[in-house]
């Protein structure tokens, strides 16, 4: 009975700060994918075709789980001094995604707390292939459709 407890407190708790974060987006920041474990917003102020209409360029902001938080942790320990790094709440990416393709390029990857203040910055570059029905291509056909309305 008190784990049920302490499991409703926590989903109330969740569903609060959920509520607040989204309140606390700037407008020009639009939810393109939403789940459980992330939350994921595009820039409308950075949104550009690049040469192609099916390649665009946009930068993408990730409201970090802990999940999500600890993994990024435990990938760049080695190399950054990660002492700060639990105050991490949300990344923003630069990103270029070729529709036709289905590639995507990641870069210029910065970590901020709760207070809008940078944490890390990571100048690494990230090329994967997008699979259908991932998180990431349900973010670019938000992005497209958003982008063929406007």
Known sequence: MIKR??????????????TASAADTQSNWQTAYKDNDATVYFDTNTVKTIGSPDILGVDLKTDLSQTMLQEIIAKY?????????????????????????????????????????????????????????????KTYAAIFEWLYEN
């Open 5 to 18: 407890k302490l499991l409703l407190i926590t989903c109330l708790f969740m569903l609060f700060f959920t």
């Open 77 to 137: 320990k080695a190399s950054y001094d990660t002492a700060n790094w639990n105050k991490i709440k949300y990344s923003v990416i630069y990103t270029v995604y070729n529709q036709k393709d289905k590639t995507l390029l990641s870069k210029n990857y910065r970590f901020f707390d709760g207070d809008n203040n940078l944490i890390a910055t990571i100048n690494d570059e990230n090329k994967s292939v997008v699979n259908a029905n991932s998180i990431q291509s």
